[in-house]
């Protein structure tokens, strides 16, 4: 497993060659497996040959990544000469808090009734049920299985993605307004892949 220090060099050592683009990955799907950008993405260059996060050593990986980003903000600091003691000045607390603007609260709340619908139908079971049986799914169920997969991926990241949004027009900087519409803009695709799902 990677150390600290070693994630660090690594992050450093690709972020400095041309071929990627250091934006794409906060205005897109997060979709890997599916995406067309993978060979010009760096967080996608960064996160080849980690391990999977599904059990305690992915876990002690992301600690190590945790701590080898916190080194990295730290030379930036030295380098830059902030003195962190004035962070309050430095960070520009927005006049209201995101996550309780109608907008936010309304795609949370939609979220969550299209999460608990998927729960209660289960849909994923029925169709592993019937990959268990030995029943060979027809273009049809693949489609819907195809479906039921783009729901869920797309539903928590829309109301996550609008939030963002919403934090960026109560910020109102320049740099937020960007944040802003690349948020929006990656709502509005995941809603309209949503619905035709
Ligand atoms: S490779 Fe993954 S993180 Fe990078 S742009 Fe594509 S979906 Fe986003």
Request: proline share 4%; with cysteine; hydrophobic share 35%.
């Amino acid at each position: 497993m990677r150390t600290p220090e070693e994630i660090k060099n690594r992050m450093k050592e690709i972020s400095l060659q041309d071929s990627y683009n250091d934006t794409i990955f906060n205005y897109c799907d997060r979709w890997c497996e599916k995406c067309p950008f993978t060979s010009k993405c760096l967080n996608f260059a960064l996160s080849v040959g980690d391990p999977p996060l599904d059990d305690k050593e992915g876990w002690k990986y992301l600690k190590n990544v945790v701590d080898a980003t916190c080194m990295m903000l730290d030379d930036l600091t030295e380098l830059n000469g902030y003195d962190v003691t004035q962070i309050e000045n430095i960070i520009l607390t927005p006049s209201q808090d995101p996550e309780s603007y109608p907008l936010s609260i309304y795609v949370k709340e939609t979220a969550f009734k299209i999460h608990n619908w998927l729960k209660k139908n289960d849909l994923f079971s029925r169709l592993n049920n019937l990959l268990d049986l030995g029943v060979q799914l027809s273009e049809k169920f693949s489609r819907y299985k195809e479906s039921v997969e783009v729901i869920y991926r797309y539903n928590f990241l829309i109301a996550a993605k609008i939030t963002r949004a919403v934090a960026g027009l109560l910020e109102n900087r320049e740099y937020s307004h960007y944040d802003m519409n690349g948020s929006a803009k990656i709502a509005l695709v995941s809603i309209d892949r949503l619905i035709v799902a």
